[in-house]
């Protein structure tokens, strides 16, 4: 198991993001997500990362992928970028792997295929905080949220355990509508929306109109959340 520092700095990202494309997952940035990585072209991308800066774009693949999976199919226009936080190589020659979401990118345009697996140029897309919003209306926004994700959660001691600690820390509007986002039960579209609106605002409200509209009770996903595989 190799383990390495998860300070992310911009100004290092070259604008190049080696992409994962998955047809489901909607990762956000400041939460962690464990995959298996066992397809050729992803073991070689993986193994770039590595050996360099250790950042991996996490896309998700536009309608129709099924189509041409193992070609270039079409990808949706936001990423998130995410640094390996663990790997580990199995005897078998695959690995497991844990990301740490770490901003949001947009997808510009795709360079030729020089490599095993497609590489993207990329622009950082930082989160926006109406000049007109006082600390005192983000902070009730906040609360908003976190009294809804609740609301919505079935009564699993251990779930309601990990909210109360989230509760307990200092954690920006942002940061709570992505862990928020990323833990609730929603499907691609709404996620979609809701990685692509750097605007903190109109996200939470976003997030929280989101909430108010799925059934009751359903099981968020879990965390630290199961393997993926690709």
């Known amino acids: 198991m190799s383990d390495e520092p998860l300070a992310f700095s911009p100004d290092k990202f070259s604008g190049q993001a080696r992409i994962f494309a998955l047809p489901n997952l909607v990762m956000f940035p400041h939460v962690m997500q464990a995959l298996h990585i066992y397809e050729t072209r992803y073991r070689a991308m993986l193994e770039e990362a590595i050996e360099d800066d ?28 995410c640094r390996v936080a663990t790997h580990q190589r199995t005897p078998e020659g695959t690995y497991n ?17 020089k490599k095993l697996f497609r590489v993207v140029e990329s622009e ?27 609301r919505s959660m079935p009564k699993i001691p251990d779930a309601y355990e990990q909210l109360d600690q989230l509760l307990g820390t200092q954690i920006t509007l942002g940061m709570l509508a992505d862990i928020v986002a990323y833990t609730i039960d929603l499907d691609v579209e709404w996620k979609m929306r809701l990685l692509a609106e750097c605007n903190v605002v109109r996200r939470t409200r976003l997030l929280l109109e989101a909430i108010a509209g799925r ?15 690709n």
């Open 54 to 81: 250790r950042l991996i774009a996490l896309a998700v693949l536009a309608p129709g992928w099924e189509q041409n999976y193992e070609g270039r199919p079409r990808l949706r226009s936001t990423a998130c970028l």
């Open 97 to 113: 792997v844990l990301l740490l979401g770490v901003r949001r990118l947009r997808l510009v345009h795709e360079l030729p295929p």
């Open 124 to 150: 950082i897309l930082d989160d926006e905080l109406p000049d007109d919003e006082s600390p005192a209306a983000s902070a009730e926004l906040q609360q908003q949220l976190l009294a809804a994700f609740k």
């Open 215 to 229: 059934p009751a009770a359903t099981i968020p996903r879990p965390f630290p959340p199961e393997f993926s595989t």
